[in-house]
């Protein structure tokens, strides 16, 4: 037989020696936890028995290797574990791949932690307003940012559009779409952001305030771009994704767009079960905080301590901390937690997170009185009173 | 202010009556199940309290239906909820959001089931060649068929060429990529893949046998669907997909496209966490049969109890019932269980499977000595002696 050309690279003139690390946390007795450090370093790359991997790079440099094992508490380890930047190059996909692939389907380990090298983390956007950019747009310099979501599902666009005017009337920074409104028949995308950007618009005009109607653009694969777009021409501030549904490249796409070049944030839909089993999956902060803000989230959703979820303050303030961290010279994201929020919450939330997150609140403007605007224009005012 | 004219619809006159049916495993004692129950029908439709809901088709059609509720064993319960089929409309990623979107972060929630009408299952292909389909393409009407993975993860293209070649040589029908095999720089897609197409075509061109190659094209949103195209012109005779990674619609994508039109299998890396927490996520046969199908898997890899992972026997048997059950006119799909497989297994398996599954074999093809064509050509054998 005869095979093509074969190309001038070799392995080793492939591999430059940089590599990214991941700090999983491992459930069980210390000789176990070391096992499974071992078996994640060769599951995550060759997938192949130890001895059956060739000596020479790829046995030195392509399996994971064990940077650091450690006691984590009650019958847990932490293992640091690195990998060779070459395995996952400028792919967000494959970067999860490695990170997190095979080894999803073994209980009892959880990713912690990235450590990646500027190799990697030049190759991201991320956010591309962060949250100075988002301030700045918003015309907010100090204050928590405010947020709610259009809603109920089957409410026509002319509907939402009056329920978006009220709220930007009462000085809601983003009003967005509720993660469950797409582009259904009852509703459809393009009249829905026609009249609620107008809607956004004309309560700006009274207020001269800067507020921003975010349509959300989850959707089929080979429709999310093409409504972002749209979305964009039609004058929306700012988009929603929900990334666990589309794929989190897609946000990526998105940020990485510049005929689109709009804010983004995040909605966890769907990705409940890689937080909420304790022993599994990923921390709250290496999730809804350094993995969003990598693909370019530049507001992160998720559930907040003591609303009608289950996470934790403890939980909560790790993402608020992983908006911030440095990461390469990626942008700082907001931490927008909602999930059952009130006004009577506000005070609270100032204290774990201080200035610097989107207060989400839905059905909680809505419990106030049948006056909209009055009851936004209550709860920016508790924002602004810190 | 100005709106934009209203648009002709109402809700009432864009509902049809017709429904799709999710059943739910609760966890907890009856009543805490019952309130959990009716939290789904608000949470994953208008995400709002009760009281906040306007009367009428909103309240009547658009949140979920309580269609039925039973015991499901110890400290566990069984609702059946319905969705409007307008929620959701011909958008798979939207589906999902309906189904198991906020209530993913809610723990003791578990997707067991769903019931769709044709309204829904109509719009989607489905697997394009499905068992008797990739059966004819393989030309092996009886026995069930081997796939192998390339591997490991730093060999050159022309070094996995030359592992195709032994394996196809061997009869092995199916010869894939290991899911971590990307577009990396030490094994660039396009080289490998013209390399493997080749190589299994010399192959076939001594054996007489139809085997083919199945390059990864698991990959960032932007490129996947190109390298799938590519590879189709290459030659490539199926194509493999992480769809945890990639997000679930880029299988129906692919599985869409009538410029690739090949056969596609579906690989679980990233998206253990939805079947590994017992209480939460999904049950093993809905996602690895039935979503897997409906978005187009014409196999659909998942690891095999007894192997390397923590799959049972039954959950194994609910995913092989799942790709085989009435889903529309959806062709039937084949289990491809995996993970950690030796020769020794295969009378076992094919007690639980009968003869409609693919045998994944990776490193234990290469565990029998040095000559991979003859290890591959006792598992065939075996395969065939049922």
Redesign the interface.
């Known amino acids: 037989?005869?095979?093509?050309q074969?190309?001038d690279?070799?392995?080793s003139a492939?591999?430059h020696g940089e590599r990214f690390s991941v700090s999983y946390l491992l459930r069980g007795p210390e000789d176990e936890a070391r096992a499974m450090a071992t078996d994640i370093c060769f599951e995550?790359?060759?997938?192949?028995?130890g001895d059956?991997?060739?000596v020479g790079?790829?046995r030195e440099?392509?399996v994971g290797h064990i940077e650091a094992f450690e006691p984590a508490g009650s019958n847990r380890f932490r293992a640091t574990i690195s990998y060779a930047v070459?395995?996952v190059?400028e792919?967000?996909?494959?970067f999860?791949?490695?990170v997190?692939?095979?080894?999803?389907?073994?209980?009892g380990i959880r990713v912690e932690h990235f450590e990646l090298p500027e190799s990697i983390t030049s190759k991201y956007r991320g956010p591309r307003f962060g949250r100075a950019g988002l301030r700045s747009l918003l015309g907010q310099a100090e204050r928590p940012l405010s947020c709610t979501?259009l809603?109920?599902?089957?409410?026509?666009?002319?509907e939402l559009?009056e329920q978006a005017?009220q709220f930007a009337l009462g000085g809601i920074d983003i009003v967005k779409d509720?993660?469950?409104i797409?582009?259904?028949?009852?509703c459809?995308f393009e009249?829905r952001v026609?009249?609620c950007v107008?809607?956004v618009a004309?309560?700006n005009a009274k207020t001269g305030f800067r507020s921003i109607y975010m349509p959300n653009v989850?959707?089929?694969?080979?429709?999310m771009q093409s409504l972002a777009r749209r979305a964009k021409e039609l004058g929306a501030g700012a988009l929603l994704l929900?990334p666990?549904?589309?794929?989190i490249?897609?946000l990526?796409?998105l940020a990485d767009d510049d005929d689109i070049g709009l804010p983004l944030m995040a909605h966890?839909?769907?990705?409940?079960?890689?937080?909420?089993?304790k022993e599994?999956?990923m921390e709250h902060g290496a999730l809804y905080g350094t993995l969003m803000r990598l693909a370019g989230a530049d507001a992160s959703v998720y559930?907040n301590f003591g609303g009608r979820?289950?996470f934790t303050r403890e939980e909560c303030a790790d993402i608020a901390r992983a908006t911030d961290e440095r990461l390469g010279s990626l942008r700082p994201s907001f931490p927008a937690p909602g999930g059952g929020m009130t006004p009577s919450r506000i005070a609270e939330m100032l204290g774990v997170y201080g200035r610097n997150f989107i207060l989400l609140i839905?059905?909680g403007l809505?419990?106030g009185g049948v006056d909209l605007a009055a009851n936004a224009r209550r709860v920016v005012e508790l924002l602004g009173a810190v």
């Open positions: 037989m005869e095979f093509a074969d190309s690279n070799t392995l492939s591999l995550q790359t060759v997938e192949f028995p059956l991997v060739p790079p790829i440099d392509i070459e395995t190059q792919d967000l996909v494959q999860l791949n490695v997190y692939g095979n080894i999803s389907i073994k209980p979501a809603k109920p599902m089957g409410l026509s666009p002319r559009a005017y509720d993660h469950g797409a582009d259904q028949v009852f459809p009249e026609e009249r107008q809607a004309a309560a989850t959707a089929r694969m080979d429709r929900c666990a549904l589309t794929g490249d897609a990526r796409v966890p839909s769907f990705g409940g079960t890689l937080v909420t089993s599994s999956g559930p979820f289950s839905g059905a809505h419990t």
